[in-house]
């Protein structure tokens, strides 16, 4: 359905680069979401009331949040898709993120309200009259809701929207949900056991759990997360595919929202050559970024030797050590600055988030392994921390 509906309404649907298709997918899906969840708690609600089973009416009301949450999400891709102006020069992308975490917040608190409501079930139970109408509503509700996980999921991953992505497991949650509420009205009926009120906790808990994984994933880009890996190699595959530049480093990917990135990095030129046509090469490459990725991109140029064999053999063999010591390390703009007594070797280290040496230990290290190759060279060393 989702398919044809994008086919009738987007408008150069496969374009998913563009904020307004973007837009216009979670419009789509938001509609939709809001449509099927009112429909499956009003079913709910009247099969739960009915029967007397309380399962069944906490599930009816995490449909209910189900569609206040696709409300949120939709004014969330509104607000996001609105143009930068003089106060949010960068866009308003993180309200994508931000409708999110409210999501979240909303799965939570209904979750903490059919504990409370389920416990007081257990502490008093009543009778469940079970029936061929709610199993009935029970199944087409976990079909429903699995059809919404797949479709959620597709797009999330089609348009690169974590929001979407989580509103597919809160699907794929719910269905599981309703099915622990449709097995215990079956035991309720085969077996005389009333376990109404248990089944309506473990639906709470599903939706706490859903709550909890929606908002961890929502708050980790708001929070600044690493960009993804592929991307990281796709953009030094791009920068190093050209001559003029020997290596990457110092990339850092600047998230503020869906489609709305900055990158920053270092590339290493040759400092012999013709400076206007380094500019020329670095212009054309943050042009080409932002042609590929759909993202601005400022690019700093570091000048090394590379018709030095000196140079190019201490390079090497420092970053042989630095590897010696650990795989995780990587060395970049090393400098050799002779003199008449030793030898300066001046370069940065990077090392990743919670390694197992401190940045001193890191240094320190080093600078033995190179004393010990070369006797009269000291390091001067600068450890830094690997963004990507």
Known sequence: MISLLSKLFIKNRDAVGDPRVRQAYGTLCGLVGIALNVILFAGKYFVGTLSGSIAIVADSFNNLSDAGSSVVTLLGFHLAGRRPDPDHPYGHGRMEYISGLVVAAIIILMGVELAKSSFAKILNPSPVEAGWLPALILLVSIAVKVYMCLYNRAVGKKINSSAMVATATDS????????????????????????????????????????????????????GQAPEADFVRDIEALVTAHSEVVGVHDLIVHDYGPGRQMITLHAEVDGSGD????????????????????????????????????????????????????????????RVVPGTTHTNVIFDAVVPFNFRLSDSEVAAE??????????NHFAVITVDKAYC
């Open 172 to 223: 794929l949650s719910d269905s599981i949900s309703t099915a622990v509420v449709l097995i215990s009205m079956l035991i309720s009926h085969l077996f005389h056991i009333n376990v109404d009120g248990y089944a309506g906790m473990l639906v709470a808990l599903f939706i706490l759990y859903a709550g909890y994984s929606a908002a961890k994933d929502t708050l980790s880009p708001l929070l």
């Open 275 to 334: 400076i206007f046509v380094l500019h020329d090469a670095i212009d054309n490459i943050e042009r080409e970024l932002m042609d590929k990725f759909n993202c601005h991109a400022t690019i700093h140029m570091d000048p090394i030797e590379t018709d030095n064999a000196v140079v190019n053999e201490l390079r090497q063999k420092v970053a042989e050590l630095a590897k010696s010591l650990d795989d995780a390390i990587t060395v970049h703009d090393l």
């Open 366 to 375: 080093l600078s033995r392994l190179l004393t010990e190759t070369y006797p």
